[in-house]
């Protein structure tokens, strides 16, 4: 009696699981590894066994066999059976099969009874693959999806268990999307270099997401990147694991079910190789080919030309190639941007997304990038090494690099003259400066002239571009971009300055008169309007007329409000609309009301650390919201100021004791020490309160100390430690302090005032000192006299 030979269907999903187990077995590298999976996949099956080893053989040994029809598998994936139309799953009707995969078959269905009602996609396990294994994965998957709320991810509808005639099958209902790949769209719409990159930010934000939630996409590619008719971004096929992600390569690869190399051009040298465990710089690598993609039309290495193995030794061994060998006309910070994306050493790629999106934003804002080509910093710290230098002299150092510039400048201007075709090489010397050298010295002590300098030689070089006819978008926004760094370091701004607010208002009006002109030519560009509101927002704080300060800073905060309500998955314009509330709840309290804008900004911080987690920018945030909001609150007299000084420590020195010790924390912090220590003055607790005065001190006295030219940073040590001579004040009106303790607490105020007198001249003439400068001045002197009057009444009393 013959043995019965096996059905044709039986044959085909043999195939399927073998080129499914195939795959998997390739991706692991050590042979001992290889060896124990394959055992455990196959179990007994020893034919099954023997598929699986030959497939693995040919694809490591024969060029080019993974993209032979051998393996191609359409007619298989398609030929087995799906569930027929009107078919009951839970309290789903089956509309039509949309497609199948290894481990599950995707239906489009409505709701039992309802056929008019929301179409969802229902994702069905298949009966072949209804093992523990695979069972505990696709519930991972769903637990996964669970997790994520994003309006760029495909939600989560449903979950439940399918009883069908072949045994118990899982299945979960997910958010129905009906798009094309990002590409295709890219491509059909014919999308400028902006508005392509305005998208992939939307990817960025949706995959960011998921980071926070824990969640690593590991199959990031533009069928799983689909936009809709309404423009709308949905990232797909979250949450699976690492075996699930496999499965899907037999099906959705490289648009034909069953091709296996897609997914390879997308996967990062670690994720190939399986050297080392995944983290969420895989998503980066990912993202990097997507937008090489996006911006050159192909890939920048594609498996399907060469062979398997030939394609991961260059992912292992080889930098990708440069996007501007084969697309020149992308820009040279674009091109950076990508190449540090898609590096083959993690270590050097972006640390996380919201990173990489943030120099996308930068750059589209014309604002200085985070990547370091020309490394001023790491340059002048290793000669600061080998010869110590003090402060002063490394700032020379600073200045004799921009001494160059001049040169540089008058080259670029040459080339314009001589040659249209060299703008780009011109606009490239604004963009090094601006992107470049600026966000460098930023970092270096003593550097505030120097990046004064180098923002002067910005805005003399794109001025003569733009008088020269360069009246590209992108040369106005450059110019934009020079002025408004020259006005942030200038004057009043907020930022680090060199005092000169009358310069910076000056930069700062030009930037906003050339944006509104700007605007007025592209009226539909959201990165011109958002670097309109950056510009405004600068105003606000350069002084000058207090009317006009108020209209711009109202202003700017009406169009990052309108971009956040257009765009709710940029994270940066929703940072930038709850940072202005939290300026206009300062202001409420000043004008002795309840700063309800505070509230509405710690409102809208805590909704993005639930969206996006606790990232440190948005802690950030919210420590200086609190900050805001208590000295609003203390204003007008409400006792819950204390509440937010002591949260607002919290947050922002777990922040410095996790490294995270930027100016913007410490400042921060230090205020939110001095409040808490003036709360302990004014109950008694004379420890408590000098021990916060200390602190406070300590913080802005060493910040001041690595740059004394710093304005902002003279400004804000001078206003800290005004909090610390209230302490000392409290103290000497505490009705249980001596006469003698009195005298002590008035003494150490003075002090403390001449400290901060001597603080803002910095050994100037007052006719030397900024606006804001000679007004603080002023309040310190009168303050000092008001002391003094105090203690010589109480020397008085006492004799």
Known sequence: MSSAQPSNDQARQKSVEAARIAVEMLELA???????????????????????????????????????????????????????????????????????????????????????????????????????DASDRFRREVE???????????????????????????????????????????????????????????VCAAVAHAHCRGVIHRDIKPSNVLVTGEERVKV????????????????????????LVGTLAYMS?????????????????????????LLAGHLPRDPAKQSIPEFFRQLRDEEAPPIRRVAPLVPEDVASILAKAMHRDRGRRYTGVDDLAADIGRFLRAEPIDIRRLDLAYLFGREARR???????????????????????????????????????????????????????????????????WAEQAVAIIDRLVEGGAVDPESRSLQIAALTQLGRVSGGTGDATDGDDVSARASLERAIALAEALLVDFPDDDGFRQQLAQVLFLRAFAGGDQSRCDETAERAGSIWRELAQRHPEQLGSRMSAAYTLVRSGLDQGTRGEHPTDSDRALEEYTQLAREYGN????????????????????????????????????????????GVSNDSVVRHLAHCEGLIGLVEARRGNIGEALARAARSGSLVRNLLKSDPTNSLWRTDTALVLSTARDIRLALADWEGASAEERAVHLREAIAILDEMIGIVLQDRETSALSESEKFLLSSFHRSKAEVQEHADALAGDRK
């Not at 939600?155 to 009906?178: H, I, P, Q, T, W």
């Not at 096929?237 to 648009?255: E, N, P, Q, R, Y």
């Not at 007008?636 to 420590?649: K, L, N, S």
């Not at 919290?650 to 004791?657: A, C, H, T, W």
Request: charged share 25%; glycine share 8%; proline share 6%.
């Open 30 to 132: 050590a042979e001992s590894d290889r060896a124990a999976f394959v055992r455990r996949r196959c179990r007994a099956d020893a034919s099954l066994m023997a598929d699986v080893l030959s497939l693995v053989a040919l694809a490591e040994s024969e060029p080019g066999f993974m993209a032979r029809p051998l393996v191609r598998l359409p007619e298989i994936i398609g030929a087995v059976r799906g569930l027929a139309p009107g078919t009951r799953v839970g309290p789903y009707r089956v509309v039509s099969l949309l497609g199948s995969g290894g481990m599950a078959d995707v239906y489009e269905v409505h709701p039992d009874g309802e056929p008019q009602a929301e179409r969802v996609a229902l994702k069905l396990m298949r009966p072949d693959a209804a093992v523990s």
């Open 144 to 202: 996964t999806l669970s997790r994520l709320d994003h309006p760029g991810i495909a939600r989560l509808v449903d979950a439940g268990v399918f009883e069908s005639e072949e045994g118990a099958r899982l299945y979960c209902a997910m958010e129905l999307v009906r798009g094309i790949p990002i590409t295709e769209h890219a491509a059909e719409a014919a999308l400028d270099l902006r508005q392509r990159l305005g998208l992939f930010l939307r």
């Open 236 to 259: 797909l096929d979250f949450g699976v694991s690492k075996s699930v992600a496999l499965d899907s390569i037999v099906v959705t690869l490289t648009g034909s079910p069953g091709a």
């Open 269 to 293: 040298p670690e994720q190939a190789w399986a050297e080392e465990p995944i983290d969420v710089r895989c998503d980066v690598y990912a993202l990097g080919v997507l937008l090489f993609e």
């Open 387 to 453: 010869r110590p230098l003090a402060t002063g002299a490394v700032c020379a150092l600073a200045i004799a690099v921009v001494a160059g510039v001049p040169l540089v400048g008058w080259q670029a201007y040459r080339a314009i003259e001589a040659e249209r075709k060299r703008l780009e090489d011109a606009r490239a010397v604004v963009r090094e400066i601006v992107n470049t050298h600026m966000s460098e010295l930023h970092r270096l002590p003593g550097s505030t002239k120097a990046r004064r300098l």
């Open 615 to 658: 990232t440190p920018e948005i802690r950030l945030g919210i420590g200086m919201a609190r900050r805001w909001r208590a000295e609003a609150l203390q204003r007008v007299g409400e006792p819950a100021w204390e509440d937010d000084a002591r949260a607002g420590a919290e947050v922002l020195g777990s922040l410095l004791q996790e």
